[in-house]
T-cell receptor
Framework: TQLLEQSPQFLSIQEGENLTVYCNSS?????LQWYRQEPGEGPVLLVT?????EVKKLKRLTFQFGDARKDSSLHITAAQPGDTGLYLC???????????FGAGTTVTVRA | DSGVTQTPKHLITATGQRVTLRCSPR?????VYWYQQSLDQGLQFLIQ???????AKGNILERFSAQQFPDLHSELNLSSLELGDSALYFC?????????????FGPGTRLTVL
């Protein structure tokens, strides 16, 4: 089983619609990171959230870290085809040094 | 472009063989991380080196080994290859060794074992 569970696994929406991707765990994390990976490339870091309840905005992307630091969400407003990609959450539990990744959510935005 | 380079981009080999994947970190970065990405397992951390020393170990098989050289480039050696080793192998680098440090990923090496 994955330490970080992402849902949904796949998401296909029309340009202009909103979407939310979830990342959940039973473990507490000191921080969580969100990456986007495009085909044929490595993951690119989008944001790191470190404080429980923290909300960070990156243009049309809003990231939230749960109060208990066990979950996070990524919300995209008015999605565009350029938002298409694999979105990965990652983090190191408080009692572990290694960075663990969720299985990812494949987002497809249709023009 | 993340500044991390990996060679080769593609590698096709046969079961039982041995291959070496190479990674050059971003200029100034002391940490190098290796990851394996497959369809069924997702992105899995293998091993981390910091300034030439092994820093953390993940789900790395005994058939796999890595090292970081004085010039900070790193190599991942995969031996006695099996069909299940077919995957994308990514290298990432960061300036320090902390788990919250930003990791910059290379473009990956796609390994196909036939």
């Amino acid at each position: 089983t994955q330490l970080l569970e992402q849902s949904p696994q796949f998401l296909s929406i029309q340009e202009g619609e909103n979407l939310t991707v979830y990342c959940n765990s039973s473990s507490v994390f000191s921080s969580l990171q969100w990456y986007r990976q495009e085909p044929g490339e490595g993951p690119v870091l989008l944001v790191t959230v470190v404080t429980g309840g923290e909300v960070k905005k990156l243009k049309r992307l809003t990231f939230q870290f749960g109060d208990a630091r066990k979950d996070s969400s990524l919300h995209i407003t008015a999605a565009q085809p350029g938002d298409t990609g694999l979105y990965l959450c990652a983090g190191s539990p408080s009692n572990d040094y290694k960075l663990s990744f969720g299985a990812g959510t494949t987002v497809t935005v249709r023009a | 472009d993340s500044g991390v380079t990996q060679t080769p981009k593609h590698l096709i080999t046969a079961t039982g063989q041995r291959v070496t994947l190479r990674c050059s970190p971003r200029s100034g970065d002391l940490s190098v991380y290796w990851y394996q990405q497959s369809l069924d397992q997702g992105l899995q951390f293998l091993i981390q080196y910091y300034n030439g020393e092994e820093r953390a170990k993940g789900n790395i098989l005994e058939r796999f080994s890595a090292q970081q050289f004085p010039d900070l480039h790193s190599e991942l050696n995969l031996s006695s290859l099996e069909l299940g080793d077919s995957a994308l192998y990514f290298c990432a680098s960061s300036s320090a060794s902390g788990r919250t440090d930003t990791q910059y990923f290379g473009p990956g090496t796609r390994l196909t074992v036939l």
